[in-house]
């Protein structure tokens, strides 16, 4: 149902009055983790007055260490509607089980599915049920068929919203986080008719060349690019040394030519 071959034309994701998948890359942006209102706030508005309509932050975080900061829960879903709706954005959160997706329902635009969830097929077949689109990211060990299979369970089920991304494999190289699958991108928009992201962030785990990583990724085809923004990115309580500054974001979308201010 996800290829291209049932389906010529793109499929469009419709969020109110916003559209991925359609001739202008979206930006999505915000912290690892929400984390407080203030830092929320600060983040959304610098986000607002650059043009930028989906905020990202998660609620709940799939940490690696069970000691490490989990994220704030329902209260960080609360919290991030709340600043969302001061500055008229978008919210994207991920949830890694039936349970947070029942939560999340009333707060979140866009339902994340991280890396590690990919395979998750029961989580799969709840967001495949839900009536909001499915942000579905690539697994760190997955090849490209596997993820379309895992689009194929959440498009079976009904919800045919989904936005692919690409966030970085596993490799032997170690001066990035991942090793970002650049053909990725031009190959899912061969074989399916669904958006394409690329998370800038995740993928090369550093701020260095996050520019030229985004030009690559938008000249390959990309639908729009994820990056972690973070108005103290050093007292961040996840992905600190990824997260860009308010600064560094906007010499971002300036360098892509993105802008495009609100106030
Ligand atoms: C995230 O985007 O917050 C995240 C945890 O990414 P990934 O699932 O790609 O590791
Ligand atoms: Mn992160």
């Given at each position: 149902l996800v290829s291209r071959e049932m389906k010529k034309e793109d499929t469009k994701i419709v969020v109110g009055d916003l559209v991925i998948g359609g001739?202008?890359?979206?930006?999505i942006a915000g912290p690892c983790a929400v984390e407080s209102r203030e830092q929320m706030k600060a983040v959304a508005s610098e986000?607002?007055?650059?043009?930028?309509?989906?905020l990202r932050g998660g609620a709940f975080k799939?940490?690696?260490s069970p000691y490490s900061f989990q994220g704030l829960g329902r209260e960080g879903l609360r919290l991030m509607r709340e600043v969302a709706d001061e500055y008229g954005m978008k919210v994207v959160s991920e949830v890694m089980s039936a349970e947070q997706l029942e939560l999340a329902e009333e707060y979140v635009d866009i339902f994340q599915i991280g890396a590690r969830n990919?395979?998750?097929?029961?989580l799969l077949k709840e967001v495949g049920n839900a009536k909001k689109p499915v942000l579905l990211k690539r697994g760190f060990m997955a090849t490209l068929e596997e993820l379309m299979l895992a689009a194929e369970y959440i498009y079976a089920r009904g919800n045919t919203?989904?936005?692919?991304?690409?966030?970085?494999?596993?490799t032997f190289e170690h001066w990035t986080r991942n090793t970002l699958d650049l053909s990725a991108v031009p190959i899912?928009?061969?074989?399916?008719?669904?958006p394409v992201i690329v998370d800038v962030s995740h993928s090369t785990g550093r701020k260095d060349i996050i520019l030229p990583i985004s030009k690559a990724?938008?000249?390959a085809g990309a639908d729009g690019l994820m990056v972690e923004v973070h108005n103290n990115p050093a007292i961040a309580r996840s992905d600190a040394h990824q997260q860009l500054n308010l600064e560094e974001f906007a010499s971002l979308m300036e360098g892509l030519g993105l802008i495009k201010k609100n106030k």
């Open positions: 001739k202008i890359p979206v930006m986000l607002n007055r650059l043009g930028v309509s989906f799939p940490r690696t990919m395979q998750n097929f029961e919203q989904i936005i692919l991304c690409e966030r970085g494999i596993r899912l928009k061969l074989k399916t008719h669904l990724a938008l000249a």
